[in-house]
């Protein structure tokens, strides 16, 4: 059975860091890609990085370069999202998800986690 448990989030100020880590199980981690996903209450759910972990290609959306990392551990079978210069606006529920190893778009993701609440205070 496929699947991912997100964890790590929590409450920081402005500024701050957290690490989430979505543990995978009941497949290959290196050969899918994973993606993090964040919807904030009253909006849709956005796709915000993802690693292929088979070639280690990665992505994330304009709002968070620079300030996010995405990062393998295939022998834990654990992809994580270290979060360093948090905003307000990063506030939201992030999920991790899977998707092929080679994603054209967010829409191939799936196997969804239960997600982890971010809370960034200003």
């Known amino acids: 059975e496929v699947q991912l448990v997100e964890s790590g989030g929590g409450s920081v100020q402005a500024g701050g860091s957290l690490r989430l880590s979505c543990a995978a199980s009941g497949f290959r981690l290196d050969d899918h890609a994973i993606g993090w996903f964040r919807q904030a209450p009253g909006k849709e759910r956005e796709g915000v990085s993802c690693i292929s972990s088979s070639d280690g290609t990665t992505y994330y959306v304009d709002s968070v370069k620079g300030r996010f990392t995405i990062s393998s551990d295939n022998a834990k079978n654990t992809v994580y999202l270290q979060m360093n210069s948090l905003k307000p606006e990063d506030t939201a529920v992030y999920y991790c998800?899977?998707?092929?190893?080679?994603?054209?778009?967010?829409?191939?993701?799936?196997?969804w986690g239960q997600g982890t609440q971010v809370t960034v205070s200003s």
């Open positions: 998800a899977a998707g092929p190893s080679a994603p054209r778009g967010w829409s191939d993701f799936g196997s």
